[in-house]
């Protein structure tokens, strides 16, 4: 093993240890109650994102639920280095948005930005509630976010308020957001901070709910409202190519049950004499090597696939790094530490891990059309996330690589001489363009048909779409 791949074993696994993770919890909840404060999630408010308008609903919603305390900070777009394709990220914000908020029965987002100038009333408006002297960042912000969130979202001009703050005072509320937000390690909108752990829009709100109530902090009768999503409704909310469900989810949720639980896959059956009539078009599958979330999805992908009968063609494009993309610390270790309870949901192993950037994933590269060629690209697509992302075998080595290539039933002396072999470079360019043309960037992405979609958070998209597809709807 390399000194590189050993350094990125002992990070990863140092850095993944439940129990390193469930010390600093019982750390901070000691600290909480010395200092006789509440239960305080710190909620990153960027109003012209689409992500915060549903997670500021969520959070109010939560507020009933909990004995908690939610400050609100008002925070800029994030930097250069952690939006490198931001046109993309706004364009696709929108249509993930508007899926979301019709899965989960939220306010659906409109179609198109909100213009500057009505941001700019909302911020203002918010701002002057932060800099009330009575209780900054109060409950009261929260609410105001909320409504004021809905007619901005619904494409609705947004007057200046009297009650408004000037321009130097949101000023100073964003720059004092932004600022508390990347001294916190974050650097993204529509994220909470509660007790050192980060959580990023309702997809992940689940994971603070299920710590809240092993805390004890559920109140004894909490209101389940849920908001109906036909009377807050901006937009058509059906429309197919969003892959958005034809009927919105009936408002009011199961006791206990999250306010937003991400969708399981193939929950219900597949109906087999529909998939016999169906001409099912293929599952495209926009993936790297060096990604921690493209292997936390490898296997549901195949499950996807398979259960349809589709063809899942595997799209491999260059890790951003490798692209000239900056990717900071605190995004590094966000994504391995979300990476990795999204990987114990699914029931994935996630670590040790032998960090592939670089070498090991080209080596990779030069051997997956080879292996495709021989009908074993899965086996081996699977096969080097597995044993990279689960035991920190070096891919940069001979060795590693030949466990690699065995363990797919392929022959190691006759793919060893693919090794090095740079055809692979034309392929994965084609792919990275093709994911450009979709409107997306990052992977993991996938596509089926004209519905794109992009996060291993997002397969219940494609799994809508193929059972609208097979429905003849």
């Not at 009768?221 to 009927?247: H, Q, W």
């Not at 291993?456 to 193929?466: A, I, S």
Request: some cysteine; proline content about 7%.
């Amino acid at each position: 093993m390399s000194i590189k791949s050993f350094a990125s074993k002992q990070f990863s696994t140092h850095l993944l240890d439940e129990r390193r993770r469930d010390k600093a919890r019982a750390r901070a909840e000691r600290e909480r109650r010395r200092k006789g404060e509440p239960h305080r999630i710190e909620f990153f408010h960027q109003v012209d994102d689409p992500y915060s308008h549903l997670l500021a609903q969520a959070l109010a919603m939560l507020q009933e639920r909990y004995e908690v305390e939610v400050v609100t900070w008002l925070v800029e777009p994030p930097e250069d280095w952690a939006a490198p394709a931001r046109a993309l990220l706004e364009s696709y914000s929108l249509v993930d948005a508007r899926r979301l908020a019709a899965k989960g029965g939220f306010h659906v987002t409109s179609e198109e930005p909100p213009v500057r100038e009505s941001v700019t009333s909302v911020q203002r408006q918010l701002a002057a509630t932060l800099a009330a002297p009575e209780k900054p960042g109060s409950a009261a912000t929260l609410e105001m976010a909320v409504a004021s969130g809905k007619r901005l979202w619904s494409g609705e001009p947004v007057a200046a308020a009297e009650d408004t703050a000037t321009e130097a005072t949101l000023e100073a509320a964003l720059r004092a957001g932004t600022e508390q937000r990347a001294d916190l390690g974050h650097y993204l909108g529509g994220t909470c901070f509660y007790g050192g752990e980060w959580t990023w829009g309702i997809d992940r709100l689940a994971y603070l709910e299920e710590r809240l109530a092993d805390l004890g902090a559920r109140r004894p009768a909490a209101t389940e409202a849920r908001i109906p999503p036909a009377a807050d409704a901006g937009g058509d909310a059906g429309a197919p190519s969003l892959g958005l469900p034809g009927n919105p989810p009936t408002p009011g949720a199961p006791t206990g049950a999250p306010i937003y639980a991400q969708p399981r896959l193939l929950e219900e059956p597949v109906p087999g004499e529909a998939l016999e009539a169906a001409d099912l078009p293929d599952l495209h599958f926009f993936a790297s090597f060096r990604s921690p979330y493209t292997w936390i999805s490898t296997e549901r992908v195949i499950r996807l696939a398979e259960a349809f009968g589709v063809n899942l063609r595997i799209r491999f494009v260059l890790p951003m790094v490798m692209r000239g993309l900056p990717v900071k610390r605190s995004k590094r270790v966000y994504i391995l530490l979300d990476a990795a309870r999204e990987a114990r949901r699914n029931g994935v192993q996630f670590g040790p891990i032998s960090d592939p950037v670089g070498k090991p994933v080209e080596r990779g590269y030069s051997l997956l059309p080879w292996a495709i060629e021989q009908g074993r690209g899965i086996e081996y697509f699977r096969s080097f996330m597995t044993l990279v992302f689960s035991q920190a075998v070096d891919a940069g080595s001979d060795r590693g690589l030949r466990r690699i290539v065995e363990d797919a039933g392929l022959d190691w002396t006759e793919g060893r001489g693919y090794l090095d072999d740079p055809a692979w470079r034309e392929e994965a360019e084609r792919n990275r363009e093709e994911l450009f043309d979709l409107g997306l960037w990052g992977v993991p992405s996938f596509r089926v048909g004209s519905v794109a979609a992009w996060g291993q958070d997002r397969l219940w998209v494609l799994e809508d779409e193929y059972r609208r597809l097979t429905s003849g709807s």
